[in-house]
């Protein structure tokens, strides 16, 4: 039977961190099978949204709904990916001890260590080991973690930093092709030329909501082509209203 309940639902969350409230109320949903750009100024509370998605984050209200299931539980461990701004690998081990490391962890069959190093496009440096590695090979072995056991959604904080176009080109195709296999993705992102290759967008800032839509449907509203142009108009539009 087709599921079509969205892969993430998110109601009226809000958190505190470091006894301030860092988000406040936020409400939106996922479909499965697609992928949401998440975009905002630095501290506008992306990483603070994506961990209260993978239930590692304690929250002060409001419900994350994952896959059917509250965010965090046991059952959803295998079916969500996670790579975080600073890559969890051991710096001692290469790029294939990591990854068949991690596969087992997560039980996941033995075969996903070489496919998702050609993946994300490391088969060169499989050998080496991850304190040898570059900033952007080294973010793209934390996206290779997150890819292992196939996951039924991903969830990646800012994946295409320190890449050079053609490889930020290269893993958004990946993130197509996942996508097209049924995979939900929620991917943040400080580029905005990257906004246009997702499905929806939500614009964040001091932890709400400033937009939630398709980058066509931005575009249209704010009668801008550009969508860092748009981004800034809705927000001298919210900053007016509020005046
Ligand atoms: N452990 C913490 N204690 C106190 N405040 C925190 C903590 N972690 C984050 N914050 C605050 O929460 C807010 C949201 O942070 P968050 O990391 O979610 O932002 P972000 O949008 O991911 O930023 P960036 O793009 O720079 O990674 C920020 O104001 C930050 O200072």
Known sequence: MMNFSPAVRVQA?????????????????????????????????????????????IVKGGTVTVLG????????????GYSTQTPAVY?????????????SVLRA??????????????????????????GGQLSRLSLAVALLGSPD???LDEPTVGLDPVLRQELWELFREL????????VSSHVMDEAGRTDRLLLM??????????????????GTPDLEEAFLQLITEKAGSLA
């Open 13 to 57: 969350l809000r958190v505190v961190r470091g006894g301030r409230e860092v988000l406040h109320g936020v409400t939106f949903d996922v479909p499965r099978g697609s992928i949401l750009g998440l975009l905002g100024p630095s501290g506008c509370g992306k990483t603070t949204l994506m961990r209260a998605l993978v239930g590692v984050q």
């Open 69 to 80: 299931e509250p965010a965090g539980s046991p059952g959803l461990r295998r079916r969500v």
């Open 91 to 103: 710096a001692d081990l290469t790029v294939a001890e990591n990854l068949r490391y991690f596969a």
């Open 109 to 134: 069959p033995r075969t996903d260590a070489a496919r998702v190093v050609d993946e994300v496009g490391l088969g060169k440096h499989r050998d080496q080991t991850a304190q040898t590695l570059s």
């Open 153 to 155: 959604l991903l969830v």
């Open 179 to 186: 996508a097209d296999r049924g995979v939900t993705l929620v």
């Open 205 to 222: 800032r001091e932890g709400r909501l400033l937009a939630d839509g398709t980058p066509d449907g931005l575009r249209a509203r704010t």
